[in-house]
């Protein structure tokens, strides 16, 4: 009988043979898992970078109106339309309803103290 060394019969049994197998098998889910893993990491990177994209514009859009704020024309306008400020010689002018408020509350009289339709009003303007 010949006696074959030890590691080739280690290697030609079939217990090592499933345990080859067993451990091809573990490298293949723990590869898979981190794959999956590092592509979930690249998608959230993607999602933080567009992120800090939009709120870059926003701080972008906050320094400009800041900076729009503390200009002396703004702060004139604004003390104009707040509070009816205005520069010596001008006069202040107040419009209580726009004509728009006024027809929907129903308070609008025609130039002939009456409540008409506008097709009406124009017929009695050009023909009256």
Do not use: C
């Not at 079939?14 to 998608?43: A, D, M, N, P, Q």
């Not at 926003?58 to 800041?66: A, P």
């Amino acid at each position: 009988m010949t006696k074959t060394p030890l590691l080739k019969r280690v290697i030609s049994s079939k217990i090592f043979s499933y345990i080859l197998i067993l451990l091809l098998i573990f490298g293949l889910v723990s590869l898979g898992r981190e794959i999956t893993y590092r592509l979930s990491l690249k998608k959230e990177l993607v999602r933080k970078e567009t992120q800090i994209q939009t709120l870059e514009a926003e701080n972008q859009e906050l320094i400009d109106e800041l900076l729009k704020r503390k200009t002396e024309y703004y702060k004139e306008k604004q003390a104009r339309l707040k509070f009816g400020l205005a520069k010596p010689g001008e006069e202040v002018v107040v419009i209580l309803e726009d004509d728009d408020e006024l027809e929907s509350s129903g308070r609008h009289n025609n130039y002939f103290g009456k409540k008409a339709s506008n097709i009406t009003l124009w017929f009695e303007y050009f023909l009256k």
